[in-house]
């Protein structure tokens, strides 16, 4: 049986994608001389980590499962490197619209597609029923 070995990463947001690409890059480099088979990347692997603040301004940094950064970079880490990679990102969803409360305190997401199109594969729930 082949021993799966998995590389671990926790790292902090220097204030740009490009500086945190670069890092990930020389630590997938470091784990295939380590013979490390998986490489684990943080959540929301290129963008800060906002969930933990109230600013709405961190619904910027979401970006579609396919076609974005995200999937660029987690594509070339494993292609480069001959890694499989997890990653995480903030999906923005096709048909999805930000709606901030004036002076922005608060902030949710409005469906912009009719009610008898739900998203596909995912439930369809009024927001009195995402909070039970």
């Not at 890092?23 to 290129?46: G, M, N, R, W």
């Not at 950064?69 to 619209?97: M, W």
């Not at 901030?100 to 997401?109: D, R, V, W, Y």
Request: hydrophobic share 30%; charged share 20%; glycine share 8%.
């Amino acid at each position: 049986m082949k021993t799966t070995r998995i590389a671990l990463v926790q790292t902090h947001w220097p204030g740009q994608r490009d500086s945190l690409i670069e890092t990930y890059h020389q630590l997938a480099k470091e784990a295939t001389s380590q013979q490390v088979d998986i490489l684990c990347l943080p959540e929301f692997s290129i963008s800060p980590y906002f969930p933990g603040t109230t600013d709405p301004a961190g619904f910027n940094w979401a970006e579609p499962l396919q076609g974005g950064p995200s999937e660029q970079l987690f594509a070339d880490l494993a292609r480069i490197h001959n890694l499989t990679v997890i990653g995480s990102l903030y999906e923005k969803l096709p048909h999805v619209d930000l709606d901030s409360s004036p002076g922005g305190k608060t902030a949710e997401l409005v469906e912009s597609r009719p009610p008898s199109s739900p998203p596909k594969g995912r439930e369809a729930r009024s927001p009195s029923q995402r909070e039970g």
